[in-house]
Each structure stands twice: as C-alpha cells, then as structure tokens.
C-alpha cells in the first residue's frame, strides 16, 4: 500500500497492511539538508527540498507544510526571532492593545510573503508527492492565531474583560483562516492540521469556550471545502471532544501526550480518526529500545481501533532527534504488523 | 469569615470577578482590607491552588482572574496600611523574571502577585532577562532567591547560563534558583538539566516553595 492509501483507510475504517505514521518532521527536513533556518522559513523551494529528504530518509506516512504559528502573526506584523535549532518564535506582538486592533492590516494570502510561503511550500510538496504521500497543510485556528498577533496573555486577558474587543479579533481571524484552509486545499493539501490549544478547559474556561470560541469555531470549520484534523496544540484535548466530535468537516484529532486513547476513542465513538500520542519532545532523548517499546505499548492498546494513526503528540519533532530513533517508530509500526 | 470561604472559592471556580470583588469589598467595609485579605483571600487562594492542580476544569484564565482579584486587594491593603507602618514590614526580597530570549510574561506575572500576596518585596524584571542581570539585580537588593520563568525548552536552556553565573561568581549557597513555566510541566527532567533548586506546579503554589527554598538557605536559615 502506498502512504496515501494507508491513511485513507485508517479514515474509512477499513484495514490496511500496517497502522499509518504520522510524524510533524516540518522542522527536521532543514536538518536534513542542512539548510540555513531563515531560508527554510522564508523559501518554499527550499522547505520543499527538505520534505523531499524527509520522505526519502524516514518514510512517514504524512508530509506536514510549514509549522511555525509565531510566522503566521508575523504575517499580521508581529516580529519573530530565529534560532540555530527551532523554528522562529514570537518576540514582539503586533498588537499591544485592544485600541489597535481597528489598525491591524489583514495579509492578503495571495500577495503577502508569508502566507505566499506557505502556500507554496505546500503546492510543491503536493505536485512532487500528493499521489503517494498525504499532504498536511498547518492553519492556526481563529482562536489561537489572537494569540499570535496579541501574546497568550492579551488574548487571555481580551476574552476575560473585554468580550466586545474580543469578537472584533475574532472577527478578523476566523474569515482568515478559512481563506487559508481554503487555499491549502486549492494548492493541493490532503487536509488542513488546525492546532486548537484555546479549546482546552485547562486554558480558558468552560463557559469562554462554550459561548465566544465554539461558535467561531464551527462557523469557520462548515466553510472549509475539505477535512480537517484538530490537533491539541499541546494542551489537554480530550475534555473538548465531547464538543468537538460532531463539528463540521473533521476527520480527525490528535490528542496530547499523556491523554488516554481509550477515553478520546470512547467519546469520538467508532468514527473519525485518532492520532497519538508518542510524546514527540523527548524523541530526541530517547533511544531506540525506549521508543519501540512505546510504540508496541500503544499499538496493543489500539490493535482494534481501525481508524487510528500512531504518531507524536506536541509541536515539531526536536531538531537533534537521531534518525534512528525516527526510523524506530514507522520499523515498529511494520514489526507489530507482522506480529499478529 | 469562615462562612465566606465556600462563596469565594465558587467565584474564583467560576472565574467571576466582580462577585468575589463584591464579597470582599463588603467584608472589608466591616473588617478592614487587611483582615479580609489575611483570613479569607489567603486560605481560599490554597484551596483554589489545590483545585488547579487537580481538577481539568480549572484554567490558566481563572488563574488569571484569582491573580486580578489578589492584585486588587493588595493595593487596597497597602492604601489602607499607614506609611510609617508600611516602611516598618521588613520583606524578603526576590528577583523574577523571564529568561533570555523568552517573552511569555502571563505565567512569571501570577507568580509575582501570588508572591506580593504572600509578603516577598519581587523585583520583576520583566521578559528577555540575560543571566548576569538577574545575579546583578539579586546582589543590589540581596534577593536570596532568583525566581525564573521558560515556557519553551528552546528557551528554558537559557537557564543554564544563569545557573552558571550564579556558580561562576561563587554564589550556590547564597543564591537559590526556582525555575517554572509550561515547559517544566511537561519535562519536569528540565529542572535538574537547567540547574534549578525547585520548582512549583503553579502560581499559587510559588509562595509555598520559594519559603520552603528560604528555609533550606544554608546562609538564611528559617524565615
């Protein structure tokens, strides 16, 4: 089977010749071809260039565009710094208060560098592997990408005591983001990854979700023109699927590193996909025994579940992970197969 | 003011402001702000801090309101607290900040209330601190304790630099270093790598480990 096939039928439920891998490696294709990160987040031809290597060197089932959510506020004016190893993180917001807001210049995403960028990225990914390899574009929900362009902490301190600021920063990211959805697909994206850490009850509170941010959310999920994956962003998901489960338009979660499978399985009953939930930030210090151990351990516990995917929790997979430790996961994934 | 503590407790579950405003500030009309901080915000704030660990339902957002709701009162305590008595309340003072290159303020921010609350003099230094500022501040004002915050592990490595520069000037016993922030949740190995002497698993809970740090200090002894 080829990737391609393998995911599909982990999303019809119908078997397959081994689970499917997923592996965030957005990051680790610059390793790989030793790119400079600057170009690698800026140069689509070179993003491209090291998900080939990607490809060719671990063969996970999916392919991941860019995943950097601090360069989607930059696209808003926020200002990023790069580092040697990680992927640029937000050093100063583009807004600083709930007055500037009315000033914030949307990025038009077919004229604007960054999501030009993205884009790009993914339509060259998708024309080089989309036949054989699923293409996962990354869009920052609407209600997570405030927090791109205000801090974590404004966006908190907005939906808390200033509910009418709050909706008018809603209402600029939630036609955003499904322009962008909507243009990853066009390029050629299998689906859209939406990291989703606001939706977390240990984030916000239950009554902000429940009245402000799920309605936001699910008027932007139905205008999406192809599947989802919400993805937990790092923070704990099971307590929103209940929520979530019937929401428009997605195919899939992926829960955070220490949730349980079994709970998400048992709310999401027998449909949607489940991806998880190896902890991805400490690949890169453990070693391969470790790692196939894990990996046995949550097949086993998911060896009836048809529609589940194994694959890391958390953001990219570190910088200095070892390639063998990568190879690890996918060699487990075919061993346990072969094993039944 | 027992009989108000469930009452609170609900308002900071419900993330509700104005109603344990409210509440307060009728108790204080009766008892004064100092009273009503010390014998009915306080033991509530540990209850709320035991829930946050606990219970999935309690937020970073009601840790934000908990921590508005103290910043509040604090101010309204030291309005009502005469001059003279205020220069007379001798506090430990502590340095807080964010490492180098780290800008998540909102986490280092409820630690610093919590820790007013609680009576430390906090010189807050603010986002982006490199490691000989932070040992230069703690020096000026002879802060026993540093307290750090990373929420990111690309960040959280940066203090090593700091752990280093306490070592380096021959600081180890006079200095203690807390370090915290999401990233040491979910790496509590972080800790020992970066070189930290403690850490809390949130806000509320800061005040209790930096005493108990204190009370470890070989050169301090007990509060």
Same mark, same amino acid.
């Given at each position: 089977?080829?990737?391609?096939?393998?995911?599909?039928?982990? @999303?019809?439920?119908?078997? #397959?010749?081994?689970?499917?891998?997923?592996?965030?490696?957005?990051?680790?294709?610059?390793?790989?071809?030793?790119?400079?990160?600057?170009?690698?987040?800026?140069?689509?031809?070179?993003?491209?260039?090291?998900?080939?290597?990607?490809?060719?060197?671990?063969?996970?089932?999916?392919?991941?565009?860019?995943?950097?959510?601090?360069?989607?506020?930059?696209?808003?004016?926020?200002? @990023?710094?790069?580092?040697?190893?990680?992927?640029?993180?937000?050093?100063?917001? #583009?807004?600083?208060?709930?007055?500037?807001?009315?000033?914030?210049?949307?990025?038009?995403?077919?004229?604007?560098?960054?999501?030009?960028?993205?884009?790009?990225?993914?339509?060259?990914?998708?024309?080089?592997?989309?036949?054989?390899?699923?293409?996962?574009?990354?869009?920052?929900?609407?209600?997570?990408?405030?927090? /791109?362009?205000?801090?974590?902490?404004?966006?908190?301190?907005?939906?808390?005591?200033?509910?009418? =600021? =709050?909706?008018? /920063?809603?209402?600029?990211?939630?036609?955003?983001?499904?322009?962008?959805?909507?243009?990853?697909?066009?390029?050629?994206?299998?689906?859209?990854?939406?990291?989703? #850490?606001?939706?977390?009850?240990?984030?916000?509170?239950?009554?902000?979700?429940?009245?402000?941010?799920?309605?936001?959310?699910?008027? =932007?999920?139905?205008?999406?023109?192809?599947?989802?994956?919400?993805?937990?962003?790092?923070?704990?998901?099971?307590?929103?699927?209940?929520?979530?489960?019937?929401?428009?338009?997605?195919?899939?979660?992926?829960?955070?590193?220490?949730?349980?499978?079994?709970?998400?399985?048992?709310?999401?009953?027998?449909?949607?996909?489940?991806?998880?939930?190896?902890?991805?930030?400490?690949?890169?210090?453990?070693?391969?025994?470790?790692?196939?151990?894990?990996?046995?351990?949550?097949?086993?516990?998911?060896?009836?579940?048809?529609?589940? @995917?194994?694959?890391?929790?958390?953001?990219?997979?570190?910088?200095?992970?070892?390639?063998?430790?990568?190879?690890?996961?996918?060699?487990?994934?075919?061993?346990?197969?072969?094993?039944? | 003011?027992?009989?108000?503590?469930?009452?609170?407790? &609900?308002?900071?579950?419900?993330?509700? &402001?104005?109603?344990?405003?409210?509440?307060?500030?009728?108790?204080?009309?009766?008892?004064?702000?100092?009273?009503? +901080?010390?014998?009915?915000?306080?033991?509530?704030?540990?209850?709320?801090?035991?829930?946050?660990?606990?219970?999935?339902?309690?937020?970073?957002?009601?840790?934000?309101?908990?921590?508005?709701?103290?910043?509040?009162?604090?101010?309204? $305590?030291?309005?009502?607290?005469? &001059?003279?008595?205020? &220069? *007379?309340?001798?506090?430990?003072?502590?340095?807080?900040?964010?490492?180098?290159?780290?800008?998540?303020?909102?986490?280092?921010?409820?630690?610093?209330?919590?820790?007013?609350?609680?009576?430390?003099? $906090?010189?807050?230094?603010?986002?982006? $601190?490199?490691?000989?500022?932070?040992?230069?501040?703690?020096?000026?004002?002879? *802060?026993?304790?540093?307290?750090?915050?990373? +929420? +990111? %592990?690309?960040?959280?490595?940066?203090?090593?630099?700091?752990?280093?520069?306490?070592?380096?000037?021959?600081?180890?016993?006079?200095?203690?270093?807390?370090?915290?922030?999401?990233?040491?949740?979910?790496?509590?190995?972080?800790?020992?790598? $970066?070189?930290?002497?403690?850490?809390?698993?949130?806000?509320?809970?800061?005040?209790?480990?930096?005493?108990?740090?204190?009370?470890? %200090?070989?050169?301090?002894?007990?509060?």
């Amino acid at each position: 089977m080829t990737s391609i096939e393998r995911v599909l039928a982990a @999303i019809q439920g119908k078997p #397959a010749d081994r689970p499917p891998v997923s592996l965030p490696l957005s990051l680790y294709g610059a390793r790989l071809t030793n790119c400079p990160l600057p170009a690698y987040y800026t140069d689509a031809t070179a993003y491209a260039r090291g998900q080939r290597s990607v490809r060719e060197t671990i063969g996970a089932d999916i392919l991941f565009g860019p995943l950097c959510l601090p360069l989607e506020g930059a696209a808003f004016g926020s200002q @990023i710094r790069y580092y040697d190893k990680q992927p640029p993180n937000l050093h100063r917001p #583009a807004v600083a208060a709930a007055e500037d807001i009315a000033r914030l210049v949307v990025p038009d995403i077919d004229a604007h560098p960054i999501p030009l960028f993205f884009n790009d990225a993914v339509r060259l990914m998708a024309t080089e592997h989309g036949r054989e390899v699923p293409i996962a574009a990354i869009a920052t929900s609407p209600i997570d990408l405030p927090a /791109m362009i205000l801090t974590l902490e404004k966006w908190i301190e907005m939906l808390l005591f200033n509910p009418q =600021a =709050a909706e008018a /920063m809603l209402a600029i990211t939630l036609p955003y983001f499904v322009s962008r959805a909507n243009a990853f697909l066009k390029a050629g994206a299998t689906f859209v990854v939406t990291p989703i #850490a606001l939706i977390s009850p240990r984030v916000v509170t239950s009554q902000i979700i429940k009245k402000t941010l799920l309605p936001v959310l699910r008027r =932007a999920f139905e205008q999406v023109s192809g599947p989802l994956v919400v993805h937990s962003g790092g923070a704990a998901l099971v307590p929103a699927l209940p929520w979530l489960a019937n929401f428009p338009n997605v195919a899939g979660f992926a829960i955070s590193a220490g949730e349980s499978l079994t709970q998400a399985r048992k709310i999401l009953n027998n449909k949607s996909v489940l991806i998880g939930n190896l902890e991805g930030q400490r690949l890169d210090r453990e070693n391969v025994a470790q790692i196939k151990k894990k990996c046995a351990s949550t097949l086993r516990e998911q060896q009836n579940d048809p529609h589940f @995917i194994l694959g890391t929790a958390g953001g990219d997979v570190p910088y200095d992970t070892p390639i063998e430790n990568l190879l690890a996961i996918r060699e487990a994934a075919e061993t346990y197969t072969t094993q039944l | 003011m027992e009989n108000h503590q469930d009452e609170l407790l &609900q308002f900071l579950l419900t993330a509700d &402001q104005n109603g344990a405003k409210n509440l307060l500030a009728g108790l204080a009309r009766i008892h004064g702000y100092k009273k009503t +901080m010390v014998s009915l915000l306080e033991p509530v704030l540990i209850m709320f801090g035991d829930r946050w660990v606990h219970d999935t339902d309690i937020s970073i957002a009601h840790g934000y309101v908990a921590a508005r709701i103290a910043e509040d009162i604090m101010i309204k $305590v030291t309005a009502e607290t005469p &001059q003279n008595a205020r &220069q *007379a309340v001798a506090k430990t003072p502590l340095v807080l900040g964010n490492i180098e290159d780290d800008y998540h303020a909102l986490g280092r921010k409820l630690v610093g209330t919590f820790l007013r609350m609680a009576g430390w003099d $906090v010189h807050d230094l603010g986002n982006d $601190v490199v490691a000989g500022e932070f040992v230069d501040k703690a020096l000026a004002v002879g *802060a026993p304790i540093i307290g750090v915050s990373a +929420m +990111m %592990h690309n960040t959280a490595v940066n203090i090593k630099k700091l752990r280093s520069e306490i070592d380096g000037r021959g600081l180890t016993d006079s200095i203690k270093l807390a370090v915290g922030g999401a990233i040491f949740k979910i790496r509590p190995e972080l800790v020992e790598e $970066v070189g930290g002497d403690a850490t809390a698993t949130n806000a509320i809970e800061a005040p209790e480990i930096m005493k108990s740090l204190l009370n470890d %200090h070989p050169l301090r002894g007990a509060q």
